[in-house]
């Protein structure tokens, strides 16, 4: 009885955000989840769920998807709203005054619905870049159905319309999924033009405040993120400001390129070497690579005789 009653000290139950919270109201992760891929069905049919529809059937098709994703991310939403003033964030800022938060769930997914044809016309222009960019790419259902840049890239654009609505913790839970099951991490609160395209996808990682423009193009293992951040006069980090790269028009980044800091601009057209690290702007049409290191190839004959040496 004693340990159970020295393992019950360690939960807190109470409304107040802290890290050794219950989490007994807070968002549902597995309904949060569910209506991310309900969504991303609803923006590329048959994309998370086999389906088969008559013409006429299609515009019923896009209503009850758009119907079961409401129901389930209304009470998620309404349960998220309370932590803009109560968030140990908000806390530490000043609290706003209370909102209405059943109300103010409707107007987000009310705004949210309003934003989806433009969602979905950004994505067409995202499967058109990763069919032009990607000379493996032999048809549009490959990528729609099969690229994790893709994926992603949908994900993101889904969550990042409940960001801009300062919609708390859900949209977190919708990247976070997406990270695991692609392998890339874009904070929702990214800003990523049309056209926009990663190749390979793997360990990619985009900050909060990112800004990438249109028509770039990023290789797997690319980086935008921070290189420092202030702390306020209690030793934390200070939230909401900007703290990542610029991305400008027409960029191409390579393999493996770690670009740093809320300064750093990368200007329009220009192109990112595989492996650079950079924590300072470069203008436009620039050419950014390693020339320190040099690779250096033996013959088979070469490395056989230095072998021999070495007996």
Do not use: C
């Amino acid at each position: 009885m004693r340990h159970r009653g020295a393992a019950s000290a360690l939960y807190f139950t109470g409304a107040e955000d802290r890290p050794d919270s219950v989490l007994h109201d807070y968002p549902d992760v597995t309904n949060v989840i569910e209506a991310l891929r309900v969504l991303i069905d609803l923006l590329f049919p048959g994309r998370e769920r086999s389906t088969a529809l008559a013409p006429d059937e299609f515009g019923i098709f896009l209503m009850r998807r758009l119907s079961q994703a409401w129901r389930l991310l209304r009470p998620e939403i309404e349960r998220a709203i309370p932590f803009r003033w109560t968030g140990a964030a908000a806390r530490a800022g000043g609290t706003p005054p209370p909102a209405d938060a059943a109300a103010e769930a409707r107007r987000v997914l009310r705004e949210f619905t309003e934003q989806l044809p433009e969602v979905r016309r950004w994505l067409i222009e995202d499967v058109r870049a990763a069919y032009e960019g990607d000379p493996a790419a032999l048809t549009y259902a490959e990528v729609q159905l099969a690229y994790p840049g893709l994926m992603a890239i949908a994900s993101h654009r889904i969550a990042h319309e409940f960001y801009r609505r300062d919609v708390p913790i859900v949209p977190r839970i919708m990247s976070e999924w997406t990270h695991a099951r692609t392998g890339v991490d874009i904070h929702p609160g990214a800003e990523i033009g049309h056209g926009f395209f990663i190749d390979h996808a793997t360990g990619v990682v985009i900050g909060e405040t990112a800004r990438i423009g249109n028509r770039v193009k990023i290789y797997q293992g690319v980086t935008l993120g921070a290189q420092s951040f202030p702390l306020d006069e209690h030793g934390n980090p200070v939230k909401h400001i900007r703290r990542h790269p610029t991305v400008e028009d027409d960029v191409v980044i390579y393999a493996n390129a770690t670009i740093l800091g809320g300064e750093t601009v990368i200007g329009a057209g220009s192109t990112i070497g595989g492996n650079v690290f950079l924590m300072h702007s470069v203008p436009p049409n620039s050419f950014v690579a390693i020339e320190r290191h040099q690779l250096r190839i033996r013959s088979g004959a070469a490395v056989e005789r230095a072998r021999r040496e070495k007996r």
